[in-house]
């Protein structure tokens, strides 16, 4: 019998639980800056490295869509009275925010978390009678991309921070310790599943498939709802791969891969991209694909 996710995981916070809890207090209290994540993965992140000395806000609100959605007059408050802001860098809504928030917040650091992570290709997009390829953004998906987007974070705090760096690089040492940790606990769990292809209505998992040798198979056609040649193409190809769960998240419409999953006789698993705790959810994920 496989033992449940949370007891797999125990030992594991466990050890970085007691890391946080007896971590020196910084050098320095010079008050808490205010600092913006774009989603609520970044949030633990900033946190595992930044320890206490930020109040975070996160910008994108749970349970909502990040292709679709516009800050509020609200979040452009928390954007104005921020001292940083950690980016994806890859999100849509990013690209069109971040210009307008540096010119009204000049003085607002940046932390491009993306920088040094090969990125996988997204969407195909038209744009003004173009068409042109997108970069798939889902970099918290991932403990080789979540280590970099750490180490970007620290190298980042160390310069605006200098007094504190000490207490930044011993955090990031912690948390490379932890990645390393969910990433051996993930390869264990998948040992034998190497090539298996899983089927996802919104490619979410890119990443992921990359690092542990699967294949991504999206219902999603270049963001759009699948067309009806495309869903009878996808059923075949469940067939042929003998998929068996397809995965869903709250935040799309759920039609098309309930069909699929029907026709191929596969169950609708929900899983969400966007949960808080990116350790929990990385193993969640390793513990569904190995069923």
Known sequence: ????????????????????????????????????????????????????????????????????????????????QAGVYAAIGWLDFEQALLPRVVSSNPKMDVIYTNSGIPPLSGHLHQHEGHTHESIDP???????????????????????????AGFYKSNLEKFNHLADSIHALIIGKLKGQEGKSFMIYHPALGYFARDYGLTQICIED???????????????????????????????????????????????????????DWQQNLLKFAELIAD
């Open 1 to 80: 019998m496989k033992p449940p996710i949370k007891n797999i995981l125990l030992p594991v916070v466990a050890s970085f639980a007691l890391f946080t809890a007896c971590k020196p207090a910084p050098p320095k209290d010079s008050g808490k800056k205010i600092a913006v994540v774009s989603i609520l993965p970044q949030k633990q992140v900033f946190e595992q490295i930044a320890g206490n000395n930020f109040q975070i806000e996160v910008l994108l609100p749970p349970g909502s869509n990040h292709e679709t959605y516009e800050p509020t007059p609200r979040d452009m408050e928390k954007i104005s």
């Open 138 to 164: 889902h970099i918290w998906m991932s403990t080789t991309c979540l280590k970099q987007q750490a180490a970007n974070i620290c190298h980042s705090l160390c310069v605006l921070d200098s007094v504190n």
């Open 222 to 276: 270049e963001g759009k709802e699948p067309s009806p040649a495309h869903v009878r193409q996808l059923i075949d190809l469940g067939r042929q791969k003998q998929i068996r769960t397809v995965f869903i998240s709250k935040e799309f419409d759920t039609k098309n891969a309930e069909t699929i999953a029907k026709e191929i006789g596969a169950k609708i698993v929900e899983f969400d991209p966007m949960y808080a």
